[in-house]
């Protein structure tokens, strides 16, 4: 299935979606559509609370995720692109580092313990129990995050985005820099 999504809040939207009949695999994707926009969007997000949790957003592939408490950040491409709450992003990113964290009979006690406390304080943001700040930067500019209101006016007092020039860096490794000299 391929679908076109066009609605408020969001640029063009591509959502995929897969399912084999014989073994039951399945694959959701969710791809930019339309132009690339000249600026990238950063948004800052306090959760403070369960309604900060239950923001709808779309994470793009080319978007960088962190959370400046656990110092931590996942590049782009890490969790593929998504529609999601924060709950559910915080959950599918536990889900992802656990599945490949180093904690078992191997791992020295100091690390297995850091890793252990790391995954705690991560179920303790997922669950309401600890605010923290969530950072979504996406050079493409096609990640979303919902606001508290639906009135453009009116401020989120827990939410800032910031749109900004893409560096030559950003420009070169999405291969916009490519794309700009084959249309000179």
């Known amino acids: ?23 039951g695999f399945t694959s959701n994707e969710i791809k930019g559509g339309g132009t690339i926009g000249d600026y990238g969007v950063k948004m800052i997000l306090k959760v403070l609370c369960v309604e900060d949790l239950s923001r709808d957003l779309l994470k793009s592939d080319t978007c960088i995720l962190s959370i400046p408490e656990l110092d931590f950040e996942m590049a782009e491409g890490s969790l593929g692109s998504m529609f999601t709450t924060v709950e559910g992003l915080v959950s ?14 191997a791992a020295l006690p100091e690390e297995r313990d850091r890793m252990m406390d790391f995954f705690d304080q991560l179920d303790k943001m ?10 979504l930067t996406d050079p493409l500019g096609q990640s979303y995050l919902q606001r508290l209101t639906d009135r453009e006016d009116e401020e989120d007092p827990r939410l800032t985005v910031e749109h900004y020039l893409r560096t030559k860096k950003e420009e070169d490794d999405l291969g916009i820099t490519d794309l700009k000299a084959m249309d000179s």
Not at 1 to 23: L, Q, V, W
Not at 92 to 105: E, M, P, T
Not at 126 to 135: A, Y
């Open 1 to 23: 299935i391929n679908a076109e999504y066009m609605g408020p809040h969001f640029k063009d939207t591509i959502i995929m979606s897969f399912r084999c009949e014989h073994c």
């Open 92 to 105: 599918q990113v536990s889900r992802q580092l656990r599945s490949v964290s180093f904690v078992g009979d």
């Open 126 to 135: 997922r669950d309401g129990e600890r605010p923290f700040t969530l950072v």
